[in-house]
């Protein structure tokens, strides 16, 4: 079985990649990314073969996704604050891209395309826990971009039969996620500034809330999948129904090293929402033997891995 594993030099995809290669039905492995987030130090010693280049090249995506068995679609430019600043940029790799590879999809009868939407989309809608009938209130134009991911997905099961399995993930974190960009996510940003004895940064009073899920249980769940052949009829959400806040999560980061980190506030950023959790009952539907890993486990994998990526002395 031949996957393809769009976005595989990011992060969420090169954990993907590194779950795929245990699994015994799956022959061959093609990651396609375009290097602008991703890297290919997240790619070494997996054999996979790795494609170079953008999402909008139909070429390219015809030679990836010839004979494939299921493409998996995590390509895209991430985060919200990203897309504040350059809003056409994300439209055009996150909404325009997610329509060239279904395009190719279609091109080459490819069975299943399981993608990568996002929970921003619920954005505004204040009801908690998130469930997926709830309507959609983008805040940004990268919640708008993956909203479009999710609707052109479903547009595509309907139109053409396509087996699609869009999921909404929440904030995902783990070994290979960068924290050495403007645009971080909060977990790499907290865990490098703690290594490096520089505080923490806090946009707003840090009672915001999260549903954290650790990257191999989003991971455990593509890879169930594409082993079982599951689609759906709409999105469905990928996290496990936490519900932690920023000074949690820093106190949590605390007991793992072991020690006090400083902490600084600064003013909330436009586009961010307060609370995000998940309801997971249909996720626990479709996959009921997936057990996530606890918070905790999943920083001490985390901060495991960037304390053997910074430079002694630091
Ligand atoms: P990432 O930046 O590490 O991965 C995205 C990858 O896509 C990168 O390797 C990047 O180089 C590649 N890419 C971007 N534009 C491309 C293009 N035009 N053509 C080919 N490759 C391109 O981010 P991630 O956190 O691993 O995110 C993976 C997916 O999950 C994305 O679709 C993102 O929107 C979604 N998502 C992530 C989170 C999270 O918490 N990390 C939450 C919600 C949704």
Same mark, same amino acid.
């Given at each position: ?33 375009d ?8 790619l ?39 897309s504040?600043?350059?809003p ?66 479903? /547009? ?6 396509? +087996?699609? *399995?869009?999921? !909404?993930?929440?904030?995902v #974190? @783990?070994? %290979? ?7 971080? /996510?909060?977990?790499?940003?907290f865990?490098? +500034?703690? *290594?490096?004895? !520089?505080?923490?940064?806090? #946009? @707003?009073? %840090? ?20 082993? !079982? ?6 999105a ?22 072991g ?56």
């Open positions: 079985m031949k996957i393809v594993v769009t976005g595989g030099a990011g992060f969420i995809g090169s954990n993907v990649v590194r779950a795929l290669v245990e699994m015994p039905e799956v022959t061959e492995i093609i990651a396609v990314d290097l602008s987030t991703g890297t290919l130090e997240n070494v010693d997996l054999p996979s073969r790795f494609l170079s280049g953008t999402i909008l090249d139909a070429g390219l995506l015809d030679e990836a996704l010839a004979g494939a068995a299921s493409v998996i679609h995590l390509a895209a430019v991430p985060s919200v604050p990203r504040i600043d350059d056409v940029r994300s439209h055009q790799a996150n909404a325009t891209g997610t329509l060239m590879v279904l395009e190719a999809a279609r091109r080459h009868r490819v069975s299943q395309v399981l993608l990568a939407s996002s929970s921003s989309v619920y954005g505004a809608n204040p009801a908690l826990p998130k469930r997926e009938a709830l309507r959609p209130m983008p805040l940004s134009p990268y919640a708008v971009s993956k909203l479009a991911t999710e609707a052109y997905a479903l /547009a595509y099961s309907s139109c053409y039969g396509m +087996a699609v *399995l869009p999921f !909404r993930f929440f904030n #974190f @783990g070994p %290979g996620q960068a924290a050495d960009h403007a645009y971080a /996510a909060v977990v790499p940003a865990v490098s +500034a703690a *290594l490096d004895g !520089r505080p923490l940064r806090i #946009f @707003g009073d %840090g009672r915001q809330t999260r549903d954290f899920t650790y990257v191999g249980s989003v991971s455990s769940v593509i890879v169930e999948a594409v082993r !079982r052949r599951v689609s759906a009829r709409d469905v959400n990928l996290a496990f129904g936490t519900r932690v806040s920023l000074l949690d999560l820093v106190a949590e980061l605390e007991a793992v090293l020690h006090p980190v400083d902490v600084v506030h600064e003013a909330s950023r436009s586009g961010d929402v307060r609370d995000s959790q998940a309801d997971c009952t249909r996720l626990r539907e479709l996959f009921p033997t997936v057990r996530p890993q606890p918070l905790r486990v999943g920083l001490e994998a985390t901060v495991g891995w960037m304390s053997a990526r910074v430079p002694a002395g630091r």
